[in-house]
């Protein structure tokens, strides 16, 4: 599969064919200054930055990792554009006083490869998956076809997603990458719902969906997210 390639989507759910997700926890004695520091700095200056559209923010308490912050952004050229690495050489001091709590952290800078739906939901299904390179191809017709079109079905699903990591992009070595540890997830499936049964329901139809069959693991820590926070760039917000 060429990840390079333009991606399908349908009916735009989504602002722009690329994504950075980030998972994390936070430490105990940092969760106050995460919240002021991701509500009031870090989501508006990410969204100032060109090519960003839009930021939210998930959270399941008692799960790990606790958080998932989900950025889109017109394409993966926004994601290494000079003005985005500027900030991340350069993070300010809350972001580094901030990131000094967060724990078990995932970041994967993504291309959009398939995506479906029409609104955006107030829970999240975030699934990441280990699929071999040789699958490829037949993950994303299985996902995107008989699988996306099953749960496009669904009473309560809003959207359905499947992004692919850009290796090198999630992995450039910036002041603020350096300043914790994290993966990067290969493969992210996310599945928009209106309401948390939906989402569970989606977890069971992709469970049985034939994906050991292709040679796909999903993480152990797949959950179900609900919404904390919503934000659009300027650019992406008429009014």
């Not at 300043?179 to 992210?188: H, L």
């Not at 069971?204 to 659009?232: F, K, N, P, T």
């Amino acid at each position: 599969m060429n990840t390079g390639a333009a991606p399908l989507v349908r009916d735009g759910a989504l602002l722009g064919e690329a994504a950075v997700l980030v998972w994390n926890d936070v430490a105990a004695a940092g969760r106050e200054a995460f919240y002021r520091w991701h509500d009031h700095e870090h989501i508006p200056e990410r969204l100032a930055l060109p090519g960003f559209r839009r930021g939210r923010r998930y959270a399941r308490p008692g799960h790990t990792p606790e958080w998932l912050t989900f950025y889109e952004a017109e394409d993966l050229d926004a994601l290494v554009s000079p003005a985005y690495l500027a900030r991340l050489n350069a993070p300010t001091p809350a972001t580094t006083r901030t990131l000094a709590h967060f724990q078990n952290t995932s970041r994967a800078v993504c291309r959009v490869v398939h995506s479906v739906g029409t609104s955006s939901g107030g829970h999240v299904l975030a699934m990441r998956l280990v699929a071999p390179d040789a699958r490829r191809n037949a993950v994303v017709a299985h996902l995107g076809g008989a699988v996306f079109a099953e749960l496009a079905e669904q009473v309560g699903v809003l959207a359905c997603h499947l992004f692919v990591a850009d290796q090198g992009a999630s992995r450039l070595n910036t002041a603020e990458s350096n300043t914790r540890a994290f993966d990067v997830p290969a493969w992210v499936l996310l599945v928009e719902t209106s309401t948390g049964g939906a989402a569970e329901q989606a977890r069971r139809l992709i469970h049985g969906s034939g994906l050991r069959g292709l040679d796909v693991a999903v993480r152990d820590d797949a959950a179900i997210y609900s919404l904390e926070i919503c934000r659009l760039a300027q650019a992406a917000n008429p009014s």
